[in-house]
């Protein structure tokens, strides 16, 4: 548990999307998604340089497996054309993840432990 605490905060010190601007993806989940419900919750920071998708369980007993949903609006604004993108877990970077952009709408198969988050950060192809 120490390890995690350590990966936690090294990430919250060195990311320049923890710093950057805000959206709460969750009720645009909540609407959208019938697999999703009040017991998670979802948004994602972003910089110029770094994008992350953050989503927590914060119920004790369910793990939850869904398609979190990136809306239109952050897919634009993250200039990010069809097709898919790797994003990896800052809090585990041995879990790797693809979200699939289409017609401009992000989605990220995920399965939520209860009580755990995740840190995805976006791996753009330069």
């Keep these: 548990m120490r390890s995690f605490y350590k990966k936690l905060l090294r990430f919250s010190l060195n990311s320049e999307a923890l710093m950057g601007a805000y959206r709460e993806i969750h009720y645009f989940n909540k609407d ?3 697999a999703y419900d009040h017991r998670i919750f979802s948004f994602v920071r972003w910089s110029d ?4 998708i953050i989503v927590s369980n914060f119920d004790t007993e369910n793990q939850y497996d869904l398609d979190l949903i990136i809306p239109e609006e ?3 604004i ?3 054309e069809d097709g898919e993108y790797s994003i990896v ?7 790797e993840k693809i979200m699939k952009v289409k017609n ?4 990220i198969k ?5 009580l755990e988050s995740n ?3 976006l791996e753009k192809n330069e």
């Design 119 to 121: 840190i995805f950060k």
């Design 89 to 95: 877990d800052q809090l585990d970077e041995t879990s």
């Design 110 to 114: 995920i399965q939520l432990k209860p």
């Design 78 to 80: 993250w200039n990010l």
């Design 32 to 34: 959208q998604n019938s």
């Design 74 to 76: 952050i897919i634009k």
């Design 49 to 52: 340089n770094e994008q992350v």
């Design 104 to 107: 401009k709408t992000g989605r």
